[in-house]
Nanobody, 119 residues
Framework: QVQLVESGGGLVQPGGSLSLSCAASGSNAGPKIMGWGRQSPGAQRELIATITSGGITNYVDSVKGRFTISTDVAKNTVYLQMNSLKTEDTGVYSC?????????????WGQGTQVTVSS
């Protein structure tokens, strides 16, 4: 059974930095894509950053230039470095991984970790 275990998160002041990490386990093959989703209060979860096993990254406009996603393919781990945090970055951040399935891709989400940006 695939598991995604997140760490990091917490409370930070506006303008501060925070980092998240997530390790995937329980799969014979590593994920093809890993990423982070964010669910802000009153909103649906949004995939904000992704990285492929080949290192290709993608970000939503609201985090471009402030957040950096990276991965350690050997450890099936993905990281998210968040800088210049804003109050609107507050939310539950969940790890995402896509694995190659027998017929179609298999998507997995972690439990999520709370990030609160507040003075």
């Amino acid at each position: 059974q695939v598991q995604l275990v997140e760490s990091g998160g917490g409370l930070v002041q506006p303008g501060g930095s925070l980092s998240l990490s997530c390790a995937a386990s329980g799969s014979n093959a590593g994920p093809k894509i890993m990423g982070w989703g964010r669910q802000s209060p009153g909103a649906q979860r949004e995939l904000i950053a992704t990285i492929t096993s080949g290192g290709i990254t993608n970000y939503v406009d609201s985090v471009k230039g402030r957040f950096t996603i990276s991965t350690d393919v050997a450890k099936n781990t993905v990281y998210l470095q968040m800088n210049s945090l804003k109050t609107e970055d507050t939310g539950v951040y969940s790890c995402y991984a896509q694995f190659e399935g027998a017929y179609w891709p298999v998507n997995k989400w972690g439990q999520g970790t709370q990030v609160t940006v507040s003075s």
